[in-house]
């Protein structure tokens, strides 16, 4: 969707380092999630936020934290990444908590 | 627990023939059923929300329709541009189980 974005594109990291991803959107939706999507596995929440510093866990939560201190930047952090955090990693938003979410283009995390 | 299951895992078809694509849920208290398209390298792009049984949408060459317990994207004439794979998931409600997604059924439609 042209009014979410994702950086950076792709990242390559070692082990135990810190890794932030940032999602920026435009069109002011108050719900904004990060999923990861795996080989095998459909795409699964990690956390997700509604509204500016309200935040919650998903399915998949342990290593992760996020922030989100602005409506349109979403920032998921990995404290300590291993490499089974190597994935594919979307943002999303909505306008409301059941409307359709719109995904953003992806971030290709590779952690060595 | 909830539960989204797409099948067939993936399917080949020639242009022009027609078929469908299956999601059965158990999704407690659906509040909606998603239908995206996902292309390689990109993230998934929105094409349908159903939110009760009976209800049918349409997009050019896809339907998408919804029973209780399962729902059906329809291809009628495929062209090799809808070759992608296809993603549908299940809205419980807000929050931590707001969106469960299957693992898609990869399309190719051959020329």
């Known amino acids: 969707d042209a009014g979410i974005t994702q950086s950076p594109r792709h990242k390559v990291t070692e082990t135990g380092t810190p890794v932030t991803l940032r999602c920026h959107q435009t069109e002011n939706h108050r719900y904004m999630y990060w999923y990861r999507q795996d080989p095998g596995h459909g795409l699964r929440l990690i956390h997700y936020?509604?509204?500016?510093?309200?935040?919650d866990k998903g399915e998949v939560s342990d290593g992760y934290s996020v922030s989100r201190s602005k409506t349109e930047d979403f920032l998921l952090t990995l404290e300590s990444a291993t490499s089974s955090q190597t994935s594919v990693y979307f943002c999303?938003?909505?306008?409301?908590?059941?409307?359709?979410?719109?995904f953003g283009p992806g971030t290709r995390l590779t952690v060595l | 627990e909830d539960q989204v299951t797409q099948s067939p895992e993936a399917l080949r078809l020639q242009e022009g023939e027609s078929s469908s694509l299956n999601c059965s849920y158990t999704?407690?208290?659906?509040?909606?059923l998603f239908w995206y398209r996902q292309d390689p390298g990109k993230g998934p792009e929105f094409l349908f929300t159903l939110y009760s049984a009976g209800e049918e949408k349409e997009k050019e060459r896809l339907k998408a329709t919804l029973t209780k317990k399962e729902s059906f994207l329809h291809i009628t004439a495929p062209k090799p541009e809808d070759s992608a794979t296809y993603l549908c998931a299940g809205h419980s409600g807000g929050g931590a189980d707001g969106l469960t997604f299957g693992k898609g059924t990869h399309l190719i439609i051959q020329p």
């Open positions: 999704v407690s208290g659906l509040r909606g």
């Open positions: 999303a938003m909505s306008r409301t908590d059941y409307n359709e979410q719109f």
């Open positions: 936020s509604y509204g500016v510093k309200d935040t």
